[in-house]
């Protein structure tokens, strides 16, 4: 299994074998951040899943940089806050949010990313007045049995429920990012929609960044899975997402780096509910010798796939996949075009 070009400069630099314990610990001291270049890039804030475990990977969370300056927070789910703080990176000029869906291990870090947002900006002797923008998908009218209440809001009323005035409940975030000298706090959303019968579609294109999303299957949960193109370089994430339909096979075509959700086996969890969650190492394998990605990269690694990582490799490589294949770790960087 091939390393990302980072840990290798980092193995030769301080002379030490890369083992499993010891990645995260000198990724942090030695601040992942000097390691990002070239024109496109992704470090990973958080490699896990929903569950807390003695590995202490976070939960899911992607920074994007273009031309090594980080423009895209994808997913924010809890501990990519303190990831962050260990990655040396600076996001005061943060441009975009995108959440694949609303799920706690996507989104509970967002409000601490946020905040940190302004005091880099204050750090920096800066202030921040661009609104912060947060795309995430629609609601698709499902409700708790019995009643109208949707299971699932869509990322605007999400959003709304947490900063707007006068009823978020984190609307002290108006008058507190003045206050410390780090700007003007302010946003916008995007409700995209996650019909599974919508292509893939383009949602936001400037200064040579082009964001693409589809609807994915995950179960009940209003679900996306996401495209970055800059400077003919493409990152293509899953987000969470059983793989029923094609749309994974749509989106991935041609990328150079995939990002799959990598939480159950072909045989477990019992629970059958998962299936139509999460996509079985086989039907990633498919996928990905379809879409043939220059580089796959297994996130969202959960206790049922973190001690049989050999075999989830095992079956990707029999349905045929030949490119690279890594298993993310907290704070790895991937540059695309060196």
Do not use: C
């Amino acid at each position: 299994m091939e390393r990302p070009a980072w840990i290798r400069q980092l193995s030769l630099a301080v002379g030490l074998a890369m083992l499993p314990g010891l990645r995260i610990a000198a990724a942090g001291e030695n601040a992942a951040a000097q390691f990002v270049e070239g024109p496109l890039s992704v470090m990973v804030l958080g490699s896990g899943g929903p569950v807390a475990t003695p590995k202490g990977r976070a939960s899911a969370g992607y920074l994007i940089f273009t031309d090594g300056e980080p423009r895209i927070l994808m997913d924010a789910g809890g501990g990519t806050y303190q990831r962050l703080a260990a990655s040396g990176v600076n996001i005061k000029d943060l441009d975009l949010v995108l959440l694949s869906h609303l799920h706690i291990d996507h989104t509970s870090d967002l409000s601490a990313m946020i905040k940190t947002l302004y005091f880099h900006n204050r750090g920096a002797g800066t202030r921040r007045e661009a609104p912060i923008r947060i795309y995430g998908p629609g609601g698709n009218g499902k409700t708790f049995p019995g009643s109208d209440v949707p299971q699932y809001p869509a990322t605007t009323a999400y959003v709304d429920g947490h900063y707007s005035m006068p009823g978020g409940v984190q609307r002290y975030l108006h008058v507190f990012a003045g206050a410390i000298r780090g700007g003007s706090f302010d946003y916008s959303t995007r409700n995209i929609d996650p019909a599974l019968g919508e292509p893939v579609r383009t949602v936001l294109e400037e200064d040579g960044l082009v964001v693409k999303a589809v609807g994915v299957v995950h179960g009940p949960v209003p679900a996306l899975a996401y495209r970055v193109e800059y400077k003919g370089r493409r990152i293509v994430f899953s987000g969470d997402t059983s793989t029923e339909t094609d749309n994974m096979i749509a989106v991935a075509k041609g990328a150079d780096l995939l990002i799959y959700d990598t939480a159950i086996m072909d045989d477990v969890p019992e629970e059958r509910v998962f299936f139509k969650l999460h996509t079985t190492p086989s039907r990633i394998g498919e996928v990905a010798a379809k879409t043939r990605p220059g580089r796959l990269v297994l996130s969202h690694i959960t206790p049922v796939t973190d001690p049989r990582l050999d075999e989830v490799q095992r079956l990707i490589r029999a349905q045929g996949y030949k490119g690279k294949l890594n298993v993310a770790q907290d704070l790895d960087v991937y540059n695309l075009g060196q």
